[in-house]
T-cell receptor, first 118, second 113 residues
Framework: GAVVSQHPSRVICKSGTSVKIECRSL??????MFWYRQFPKQSLMLMAT?????????EQGVEKDKFLINHASLTLSTLTVTSAHPEDSSFYIC??????????????FGPGTRLLVL | GQQLNQSPQSMFIQEGEDVSMNCTSS?????WLWYKQDPGEGPVLLIA?????ELTSNGRLTAQFGITRKDSFLNISASIPSDVGIYFC?????????????FGTGTRLTIIP
């Protein structure tokens, strides 16, 4: 139980294009999902908290117009990197929690999405 | 953003040795979690701690929630090759599951053949 998937696992795009990353909770309903960014040899840095049916809460310094988050259902949250630039290249990881079942009160992480912007 | 101080940054050990790493904070946390991350993968939860003083084991792994609620340690006994990876501690201020985590800086474990 408590499986979280991400798609795609890797993406290469040209500078100026937009990229959408999906995060799904496969065997539980996630009322809250989190999006993190991780640069090489660094820790995970929280970008935003995504709550189903409401607007995401962004961390200080994260541009909400650049990193669009949509938590349309209890099993899906999407992160869209708009007008991507090389400095947006990173490893993006989502996590999900639920108030019931195996993921109760604990964050379970997806496998991550490697974004490379040329 | 805020990070927890985790030490050591890296460890080079031989197979079979025991490992100890810890995490400290200047502020109190009410939940401590330990994760392991393999290259190119997301973190995997190892142990969750919810009470000050709590000592919890998961196979060869043992973790404790410090009584001051400002620290936690993780021990790995009789290390094996698959223990290689990066270990992160994470703290949560409240007991509510939807509150964000603060991550440690990570400990990279390498096993010398």
């Amino acid at each position: 139980g408590a499986v979280v998937s991400q798609h795609p696992s890797r993406v290469i795009c040209k500078s100026g294009t937009s990229v959408k990353i999906e995060c799904r909770s496969l065997d539980f309903q996630a009322t809250t999902m989190f999006w993190y960014r991780q640069f090489p040899k660094q820790s995970l840095m929280l970008m935003a908290t995504s709550n189903e049916g409401s607007k995401a809460t962004y961390e200080q310094g994260v541009e909400k117009d650049k990193f669009l988050i949509n938590h349309a259902s209890l099993t899906l949250s999407t992160l869209t990197v708009t007008s991507a630039h090389p400095e947006d290249s990173s490893f993006y990881i989502c996590s999900a929690i639920s108030w019931r079942g195996p993921a109760r009160e604990t964050q379970y992480f997806g496998p991550g999405t490697r974004l490379l912007v040329l | 953003g805020q990070q927890l101080n985790q030490s050591p940054q890296s460890m080079f050990i031989q197979e079979g040795e025991d490992v100890s790493m810890n995490c400290t904070s200047s502020s109190i946390f009410n939940t401590w979690l330990w994760y392991k991350q393999d290259p190119g993968e997301g973190p995997v939860l190892l142990i969750a701690l919810y009470k000050a003083g709590e000592l919890t084991s998961n196979g060869r792994l043992t973790a404790q929630f410090g009584i001051t609620r400002k620290d936690s340690f993780l021990n790995i006994s009789a290390s094996i090759p698959s223990d290689v990876g990066i270990y992160f501690c994470a703290g949560r201020i409240s007991n509510f599951g939807n509150e964000k985590l603060t991550f440690g800086t990570g400990t990279r474990l390498t096993i010398i053949p």
